[in-house]
């Protein structure tokens, strides 16, 4: 079992930057993929970023890529993810996903889940 916790959405302006983490209990962080997925209002939630067990391996979605990076630190169990330029298109409920699969960007194959942190891009 996995608990997930994210922290650091807030409002920002567009162009601005939010670092958000997501911090997992347990002491077996290093054994499941990580992932990053969003949710806005009446949208079906989509897939971010995903980043394997030994961080060499990362998967981007495109309307992200360049602008938003994965990270992981093993050893404090968190996940990061940082977001540059953001757009008001960007503004969602961001949640944090574990899998015990390979890097995928399916949500389905994430077996835990976070509640969520709210990232909102004004205009």
């Known amino acids: 079992q996995v608990q997930l916790v994210e922290s650091g959405g807030g409002l920002v302006q567009a162009g601005g930057s939010l670092r958000l983490s997501c911090a997992a209990s347990?002491?077996?962080?290093?054994?499941?993929?990580m992932g990053w997925f969003r949710q806005a209002p009446g949208k079906e939630r989509e897939f971010v970023v995903a980043?394997?067990?030994?961080?060499?391996?990362?998967r981007y979605a495109d309307s992200v890529k360049g602008r938003f990076t994965i990270s992981r630190d093993n050893a404090k169990n968190t996940v990061y993810l940082q977001m540059n330029s953001l757009k008001p298109e960007d503004t969602a409920v961001y949640y944090c996903?574990?899998?015990?699969?390979?890097?995928?960007?399916?949500?389905?194959?994430?077996?835990?889940w976070g509640q969520g942190t709210q990232v909102t891009v004004s205009s």
């Open positions: 980043i394997s067990r030994n961080d060499l391996i990362t």
């Open positions: 996903a574990a899998s015990r699969g390979f890097v995928t960007v399916v949500p389905l194959e994430f077996d835990y």
């Open positions: 347990g002491r077996t962080f290093s054994s499941y993929v």
